[in-house]
Nanobody, 114 residues
């Protein structure tokens, strides 16, 4: 079954940028729609961005214009470029299929704070 390994999070100042990566094991990566999700303390996990097999893109309202999702099928890796980060972007970020399977990776913590 697929496994997800997220990386790239960290502490960043408001207005800063980060690039998240997610390595996906297995052989079906190129055939499935993928998404980035996040969960802030006390909140439910939410879909932030998704990318289809042909490259179609969709973003949440909060991510639109600031985040860019991309994929490298040869490397079986999903990316999320985040710019103009805000304190409300603070969360643990996860990748998964869209819709997600029942298991998740460990996520990567993004903290936006001055």
């Amino acid at each position: 079954q697929m496994q997800f390994v997220e990386s790239g999070g960290g502490l960043v100042l408001p207005g800063g940028s980060l690039r998240l990566s997610c390595a996906v094991s297995g052989n079906i990566f190129r055939y499935i729609e993928m998404g980035w999700y996040r969960q802030a303390p006390g909140n439910e996990r939410e879909l932030v961005a998704r990318i289809g097999t042909a490259g179609s893109l969709k973003y949440s309202d909060s991510a639109q214009g600031r985040f860019t999702i991309s994929r490298d099928n040869a490397k079986k890796t999903l990316y999320l470029d985040m710019n103009n980060l805000k304190p409300e972007d603070t969360a643990v970020y996860y990748c998964n299929r869209n819709p997600p399977v029942s298991w998740w990776g460990q996520g990567t913590q993004v903290t936006v704070s001055s």
